[in-house]
């Protein structure tokens, strides 16, 4: 299986901070590469798909980069909702598809 | 606008079978270019895949289930379910469907999601 490693774990940030999290894959998966956001109580929710592309009606703020094993979804500045956990997942290797732990976004 | 509803028991008994459906409204279930699929999360963790259905009739499962998983679609209520035996308290967790959406160039994501429904197993 593919394994799917996110850092941090979890990161405190102030509104309007700009924040990266990465992904990284324990081979390489091209940019097969998406994300989530998780909200406490609710439903995963697509943000970025094919590692750069933006989920229709998902604020440009967001954005995704990389390809190969090393990937990053950056928010360029925080806004009140962002504060939430983030999953990488893998959808190369389907149809096994394998997520990231989680980093947990809190409001410093 | 197409949306997913879980339903089923939030209790099982260990050894039994855990049985969820998840209603699709607002398009059908057999639509192409897309699957669908159960996702799991123990209560504090992460994700875990547990299986697809391909609207071509396939299915394929996560191997550390495989045994123990069945997911079908019924066409006539819209309806995908899923089925896991013999659960043990390591089974309890919220369960999730979701559609998986191909694109032309074969990348594929999961988007919407249902709500969730949290099953516990327990005596």
């Known amino acids: 299986d593919i394994q799917m490693t996110q850092s941090p774990s979890s990161l405190s940030a102030s509104v309007g901070d700009r924040v990266t999290i990465t992904c990284r894959a324990s081979?390489?998966?091209?940019?097969?590469l998406n994300w989530y956001q998780q909200k406490p109580g609710k439903a995963p929710k697509l943000l970025i798909y094919?590692?750069?592309s933006l989920q229709s009606g998902v604020p440009s703020r967001y954005s995704g980069s990389g390809s190969g094993t090393d990937f990053t979804l950056t928010i360029s500045s925080l806004q009140p909702e962002d504060f939430a956990t983030y999953y990488c997942?893998?959808?190369?290797?389907?149809?096994?598809?394998?997520f990231g732990q989680g980093t947990k976004l809190e409001i410093k | 606008q197409v949306q997913l509803q879980e339903s089923g028991p939030g209790l099982v008994k260990p050894s039994q079978t855990l049985s969820l459906s998840c209603t699709v409204s607002?398009?059908?279930?057999?639509?192409?270019?897309?699957?669908w699929s159960w996702i799991r999360q123990p209560a504090g963790k992460g994700l875990e895949w547990i299986g697809r259905?391909?609207?071509?009739?396939?299915?394929n499962y996560n191997p550390s289930l495989k045994s123990r998983v069945t997911i079908s679609v019924d066409t006539s209520k819209n309806q995908l379910s899923l089925k896991l035996g013999s659960v043990t308290a390591a089974d309890t967790a919220v369960y999730y469907c979701?559609?998986?959406?191909?694109?032309?160039?074969?990348?594929?994501?999961?988007?919407?999601w249902g709500q969730g429904t949290l099953v516990t197993v327990s005596s």
């Open positions: 979701a559609r998986g959406v191909y694109d032309s160039s074969g990348y594929n994501w999961f988007d919407p």
């Open positions: 607002g398009g059908s279930i057999s639509s192409g270019s897309y699957f």
């Open positions: 259905f391909y609207t071509s009739g396939s299915t």
């Open positions: 081979q390489s998966i091209s940019n097969y």
């Open positions: 094919a590692a750069s």
């Open positions: 997942q893998q959808s190369y290797s389907t149809p096994m598809y394998t």
